[in-house]
């Protein structure tokens, strides 16, 4: 190559550095080798999948443990569209994520071409925005725009695509300028105001609650809402994305509500007088229906993204901001004009204890279950970030495993994807070498993308796995149990499996537990181990996870069996 | 209920699958769409009429916004809207009914486009129902064929 000369690979390449970009996850195909070559000249760490999906997910964990943007890369076509799941999931949960996908070259665009997809058609409605880059020089402005994108205002995936023709054009290495977004403004301070409203709405309520939601992990105001609670002293509950918003155990935090929310926490939801959400969406799985959620109630919106606000329930007060701006200022507010009268925290407190005893279930019986195994767990690592996948193991980590706050508890909570805890807690123990990385799940969403435990061997990281093995889909037992004619056929698999051996093949340390003894010892000697460590939980027939939401509202809860 | 928005937007590839697949992925309807260059180089102007009540409405209008091409969405429900759609109307008339058509077409302040022997082409604007009542009158003779554009609309003053 000519001096001065650059390529849209290279540019590529140097544009990620520029973004800050440590690791890529990704996977080689035909269309996305250019990319490769220049990035051999990288100091950026390429982390080789065995799947794009696990790539998606491994920037997705990547993203939620660090706050930074995750970067994905795969090929056209195949590859391309494996990273879709990936994609919707960290959409659903708002998190900040460029995939980059190789194309076929300009020529064959629209030939039907081999290993061709139209991937920017395919994900406009999982994405913030997408590129179809269409020459060199435009490789490094969108970039920067793309990183720009999804890590402002409500963080969100981006997708970047680049023809092949378009990585190695060779360019006399003078950039497009970045274009101005003049329709691109997200309201990050939040309306003095508003702010002052909100105060005076505190000095006068009388059962005041606190709703956490994603939005505060994703704006890092974790010690915002710490300051606000300890001025106003009045409970807090939370949504499954918001668990690790408020430190789980302080006794003013009543836990999770909604669908399978503790009855404390679905009392102070239905019997507040004025509820302060903070980065919620009022999604489906917190709010149950819709007609009889929080009806007599005001509720203070704080959010960034303004159709949030109204879009599910009415807002008395909207705030659109970043709640690390609103919520120290109204804060401040609430220190100099006074905290709410507040008469009810004492009572709901008390429900609290006695409904968390409710949850304490399976400590009678010899035999493992998931309540005991993540008692256990917990135990053994009480600063963990913990992971989960989906299913009934998630409700259980969610009510049981206790976390501090911060960004501590990782999920799919709004696109519910089996198969995502694996890769997001090698995407979250790469990103926080320094944190005891723990993922539970279950022998349902584990084979899902049981692959990347390859991943997690070549990369060298830390981290625990607990796999609660019943050999069965817990969750959808549950529901047809519940709501079908209880055929077991499809939620339960005949195959029994021992992750231990699987795990050992795929180059991790594999163990087993079978009562609560072997499993504290398991989790003991995990806490102390370097490299991965797969605790295969065999797990007897389990009763289901309850609280449980069956009628139509949220206090209309089936609480347990017998 | 129905809303008349105008979105001004970055003409660029794409943004008209980006503006209306929002609408059916979201689940609003779309009555209407049109869209043309406007004042400024490189944006143009959707004109959509999209049928809901004030909740759909203020989605719709919220979920447009967060669309990194669109520069700004007015709903344009008011008295202060300026509105027209045109049609074009293939009619057959025979000789006995020609001069009732001219005088229809005085009435309509239409224009004929072309005529060749019985088959003329006319030319409405006009508000909606403007549009409609004129079609609705031609009715009496033969349509053979006809189109009308989606409303175009723009507020009165200065803003």
Known sequence: MKKGKSTGAKALVRALENAGTEIIFGYPGGANLPIYEALQRSSIRHIQTRHEQGAAHMADGYARASGRTGVCMATSGPGATNLVTGIATAYMDSTPVVAITGQVSRTMIGNDAFQEVDITGITIPITKHNYLIQSAPQVAPTIEEAFFLAGSGRRSPVVVDIPKDVQTDEFANEHEKRRVLEGYNPTTKGHPGQIKRA??????????????????????????????????????????????????????????????????????????????????????????????????????????????????VPAYLPIVGDIADVLPRLTALLSSTGTPKNIWTAGLLEQKEKSFDGQKRGSETPNLSTPLALKAVSEAFPDALLVTDVGRHQIYAAQLFPVKAGRNFITSGGLGTMGFGLPAAIGA??????????????????????QELVTAAEAGINLTVLVMNDSRLGMIQQLQDGFYKSRFDVSKFSQELHFDRLAADLGCRGARAETESEIKHAASAAASAEGVTVIDCKIGEESHVYPMVTGRNLLELTEGED | MKHTISILCDDIPGVMTRISGLFSRRGFNIESLTVGHTEREGKSRFTIVVEGDDGVLEQVRKQLQKLVHVIKVWDLNNDRILEREHALVKVEVHDKDRAHLLQLITVLQARILNSSGAIWVLEITGDSKAVDSAINLLGQFTILESIRTGKIALEQGRK
């Open chain 1, 429 to 450: 123990a790469l990103a926080c070498p320094e944190k005891q990385v723990v993922l539970v799940t279950g022998d349902g969403s584990f084979l899902m993308n049981i």
């Open chain 1, 199 to 312: 105060a005076a709405m505190l000095k006068e309520a009388e059962r005041p609650i606190i709703i956490t939601g994603g939005g505060v992990i994703s704006s890092n105001a974790y010690e915002d809402v710490a300051a606000f609670v300890e001025t106003l002293k009045i409970p807090v509950v939370h949504t499954l994305m918001g668990k690790s918003a408020f430190d789980n155990h302080n006794p003013l935090n009543l836990g999770l509500f909604g669908y399978h929310g503790s009855r404390a926490a679905n009392t102070a939801v239905s019997k507040t007088d004025l509820i302060v959400a903070i980065g919620t969406r009022f999604g489906d799985r917190s709010t149950g229906p819709l007609a009889s959620f929080a009806r007599n109630t005001k509720i203070i919106h704080i959010d960034v993204d303004p159709a949030e606000i109204g879009k599910n």
